[in-house]
């Protein structure tokens, strides 16, 4: 079955990075599409950034200079490289792939950020 595994969170102070990590199984990698989303304390859940099969990315604005998504398909994994981090960044971060909703896969159980001094 479609399976996604988060990894890379942590407690970081504002200014700091970190690399997130989401390990993929179940379905051919390379063909698919995968997201970053994040979840703060009380808020839904947002699409952070995507990643193409073909390799262009996109962005949300709040993230867009700071972040980079990227993808290793010999290793079925996706990158998140956070930089200049501030505490609205603090929440907890999913990967996901549309190949995840037509195969009705659960969401993982994610990673926390926190950014806090």
């Known amino acids: 079955q479609v399976q996604f595994v988060e990894s890379g969170g942590g407690l970081v102070q504002p200014g700091g990075s970190l690399r997130l990590s989401c390990a993929a199984s179940?379905?051919?990698?390379?063909?698919?599409?995968m997201s970053w989303y994040r979840q703060a304390p009380g808020k839904g859940r947002d699409l952070v950034a995507t990643?193409?099969?073909?390799?262009?990315?996109n962005y949300a604005d709040s993230v867009k200079g700071r972040f980079t998504i990227s993808r290793d398909n010999a290793k079925n994994t996706v990158y998140l490289q956070m930089n200049s981090l501030t505490p609205e960044d603090t929440a907890v971060y999913y990967c996901?792939?549309?190949?995840?909703?037509?195969?009705?896969?659960?969401w993982g159980q994610g990673t926390q950020v926190t950014v806090s001094s």
């Open positions: 996901y792939s549309p190949i995840g909703i037509v195969r009705g896969a659960s």
């Open positions: 179940g379905f051919t990698f390379s063909m698919y599409a």
């Open positions: 990643v193409t099969s073909a390799g262009k990315t």
